[in-house]
Nanobody, 122 residues
Framework: QEQLVESGGGSVQAGGSLRLSCAAS????????MGWFRQAPGKEREGVAA???????KYEDSVKDRFTISKDKAKNTLYLQMNSLKPEETAMYYC????????????????WGQGTQVTVSS
């Protein structure tokens, strides 16, 4: 059974860093596009970063040069390194996987994790 489990969330002050992890089981991430999304209370889920099955990456404009998405194929794990975090980036962060996904449309993704909370204080 395909499963994604996020970890690495927590509380950090503005300007701080966190690295989120997303461990996959039941399938091999090298064959899938993957993405990170976030959802703040009262807001719609939005795409943050994506990586396709060839390793190409894309980022939402507000996180470019601060966030880095990567895959560790040996560990079958997806990462999101987040630097210079801002209070408005407080949200639940989700990872997702889709066989041909490469973007920020949720319908591209087949599997979703349960999320990890990121709280950024000012």
């Amino acid at each position: 059974q395909e499963q994604l489990v996020e970890s690495g969330g927590g509380s950090v002050q503005a300007g701080g860093s966190l690295r989120l992890s997303c461990a996959a089981s039941g399938y091999t991430i090298r064959n899938y596009g993957m993405g990170w999304f976030r959802q703040a209370p009262g807001k719609e889920r939005e795409g943050v970063a994506a990586i396709d099955n060839e390793g190409r990456t894309k980022y939402e404009d507000s996180v470019k040069d601060r966030f880095t998405i990567s895959k560790d194929k040996a560990k079958n794990t997806l990462y999101l390194q987040m630097n210079s975090l801002k209070p408005e980036e407080t949200a639940m962060y989700y990872c997702a996987a889709g066989r041909w996904a490469y973007g920020f449309w949720p319908h591209e993704y087949e599997f979703w994790g349960q999320g990890t909370q990121v709280t950024v204080s000012s």
